[in-house]
T-cell receptor
Framework: DAGITQSPRHKVTETGTPVTLRCHQT?????MYWYRQDPGHGLRLIHY???????DKGEVSDGYSVSRSKTEDFLLTLESATSSQTSVYFC????????????FGPGTRLTVL | AQKVTQAQTEISVVEKEDVTLDCVYE???????LFWYKQPPSGELVFLIR??????QNEISGRYSWNFQKSTSSFNFTITASQVVDSAVYFC?????????????FGSGTKLNVKP
């Protein structure tokens, strides 16, 4: 199994509060991704990173920001959480971008009340 | 546009039955990759298989087999002699080049219930 951890694994927060989710990998993979999984929508890409300090938006990036200051860590921040951001968040990594397999972390279940 | 369709929302079988999960994809790219992932009730996403568009050879891994047919844009997954532990949601995904990375397009998943 790829060495990917996510923290926290579960979080309940209130609308309007900032939230940061962390993804940590021990594989030294260059590419990292944040997805959200919602019923009826499958997995949707929020942001991705193609190197330290190199990030770009995915298809559902509004309301989210990311940072990657080290190869092993990729942070996802909800600046002001809303109930529509209640979801399961998955981090994924891949060695390259050329069709490589993406390996997923265990997920973080976030509830915004 | 890229798209993955898993028309079977939920399938229920009795243990030891064979079951096929359908996956149909759409892309105009000639180079692409296809994947299957398993999501058991515990929630993690487990990689099962990767195929590139130039390799139509079918693959078998134990009770699992995959049938890739470019002519019908399908990448179907068959579980032989299903077991209760196969109960999970299975996702098919398509990966194609987009700007500086390969973007994944996931199907909506097929929930497989294997009853004892």
């Amino acid at each position: 199994d790829a060495g990917i951890t996510q923290s926290p694994r579960h979080k309940v927060t209130e609308t309007g509060t900032p939230v940061t989710l962390r993804c940590h990998q021990t594989e030294n993979h260059r590419y990292m991704y944040w997805y959200r999984q919602d019923p009826g929508h499958g997995l949707r890409l929020i942001h991705y990173s193609y190197g330290v300090k190199d990030t770009d938006k995915g298809e559902v990036s509004d309301g989210y920001s990311v940072s990657r200051s080290k190869t092993e860590d990729f942070l996802l921040t909800l600046e002001s959480a809303t109930s529509s951001q209640t979801s399961v968040y998955f981090c994924a990594i891949s060695r390259t971008s050329g069709g490589d397999t993406q390996y997923f972390g265990p997920g973080t279940r976030l509830t915004v009340l | 546009a890229q798209k993955v369709t898993q028309a079977q929302t939920e399938i229920s079988v009795v243990e030891k039955e064979d079951v096929t999960l359908d996956c149909v994809y759409e892309t105009r790219d000639t180079t692409y990759y296809l994947f299957w992932y398993k999501q058991p009730p515990s929630g993690e996403l487990v990689f099962l298989i990767r195929r590139n568009s130039f390799d139509e050879q079918n693959e078998i891994s134990g009770r699992y087999s995959w049938n890739f047919q470019k002519s019908t844009s399908s990448f179907n997954f068959t579980i032989t002699a299903s077991q209760v532990v196969d109960s999970a949601v299975y996702f098919c995904a398509l990966s194609v080049r987009l700007y500086n990375f390969n973007k994944f397009y996931f199907g909506s998943g097929t929930k497989l219930n294997v009853k004892p």
